[in-house]
């Protein structure tokens, strides 16, 4: 966390009194750091080196009656420990911790003045909103020495507005796409394009995701893995439409698996509402004069529709009353049944996400140091 403001330190030095009355009623004094004593403070959790607070041309204010008023301004930046667990509705915490270690608390101790930090000065930030902020005494210890320490919580709430328009409405929406890909035709020889092409949409908002979070692997935030669920449901569709159309584009369309078959009588022809009986002597095939074969044109019902003028006497062919369904039609049962089963992950996906977003909108609670 970057934030620049001042500290307002003040103590009593009894060495720096005087009677105001005798010297024309002064009241108070302004002097440079290196005429009197200070307290040695430092930023404990700074990341840009521990130096000590303040500068020498600073001037204290120094009433008659021995207060001192030391006013360091400065910027300051200070780790934070960030949880994107429910980004981009997320609250961080940080903190400033104020510390001396010239001095122990047998002879420095810091006090806080409020248990809150002013921010009359605090200007809007365009993405976070300041929550709340607390300050806090604590006791630090060193070798078995005791050091007093001041912390400055401050509690921010991500504003979510620009997330939500461009990363959790689109993750969302090209999930569901994902489905799509089981009720284009298998003639129309789009499904593995735009499949693929959905894929890759999912790898960018990925990627996007990444760029807008801060690197750790402590916790990773719930939308990212929605995201990789979604990318992995979309790599499992590819795949299932690979081996689907190679059923459907199979030579022998009556050569479907046992296997195959029994899935289908349990499970596919229940989903699609449709039943494996059929009528005896109903599909025929039929042979021209000139001993040239023709392949029939079979509706679903098995009704034999042929265009040759010149046929020889039918002969019937009994179709197995059991299971009178093609390779093609089996592919067709399969393509409504993994729709129908990726959307129901794909909608309980989402709801728990969306759920768990919704209800995750508390922002942390002001904590002790080391806790």
């Known amino acids: 966390m970057s934030s620049s403001g001042w500290l307002t330190v003040t103590w009593d030095d009894p060495r720096l009194t005087w009677n105001a009355s005798a010297y024309d009623d002064i009241e108070y004094i ?48 200070t780790h934070c420990e ?89 993750v969302i929406l090209v999930s569901l796409l994902t489905n799509l890909v089981f009720l284009l035709p298998a003639d129309s020889g789009e499904k593995i394009s735009y499949i693929l092409t959905v894929l890759l949409a999912q790898a960018v908002l990925l990627t996007l995701i990444g760029d807008s979070m801060p690197t750790t692997s402590k916790k990773a935030p719930l939308i990212e893995i929605y995201v990789s669920l979604v990318l992995v ?71 034999a529709l042929n265009r040759m003028s010149t046929l020889r006497p039918k ?5 197995n009353p059991q299971f009178p369904f093609d390779c093609k039609e089996v592919s067709a049962f399969l393509d409504l049944f993994f729709f129908h089963l990726f959307n129901i992950v794909i909608f309980i996906t989402t709801m728990v996400l969306v759920l768990i977003l919704s209800v995750s909108d508390v922002p942390p609670t002001h904590t002790a140091h080391g806790e």
Not at 125 to 145: A, F, K, M, P, Y
Not at 267 to 276: A, D, G, K, P
Not at 315 to 319: A, C, E, T
């Open 82 to 170: 960030f949880d994107v667990t429910y980004f981009p509705f997320d609250y961080q915490k940080c903190s400033i911790e104020i510390a001396s270690f010239a001095f122990t608390t047998e002879v420095l101790t810091l006090i806080k003045t409020k248990d809150t930090i002013n921010i009359e000065d605090y200007h809007d930030h365009g993405e976070w909103i300041l929550h709340s902020t607390q300050v806090e005494n604590h006791v630090l210890v060193e070798n078995g020495e005791e050091f007093s320490m001041l912390e400055f919580q401050v509690i921010f709430e991500r504003r979510p507005g620009y997330y939500i328009t461009n990363i959790v409405y689109p």
């Open 30 to 77: 302004y002097t440079k750091q290196n005429k009197i004593w200070r307290p040695e403070l430092i930023v404990d959790n700074s990341v840009e080196g521990i130096t000590p607070i303040g500068h020498d041309e600073l001037f204290f204010k120094v009433k008659h009656t021995g207060e001192v008023r030391w006013d360091p301004p400065g910027r300051h930046v």
């Open 315 to 319: 002969v019937p062919i009994r179709k």
């Open 233 to 303: 449901m979309a790599a499992l569709a590819i795949v299932i439409t690979i081996l689907n159309l190679r059923l459907h584009l199979r030579a022998d369309q009556s050569a479907v698996p046992k296997w195959l078959k029994i899935f289908t009588l349990k499970v596919l022809l229940r989903i699609s509402c449709r039943t494996s009986k059929v009528k005896d002597c109903v599909v025929s095939k039929e042979v021209s004069n000139e001993d040239t074969d023709e392949d029939d044109y079979v509706n679903v019902r098995g009704i």
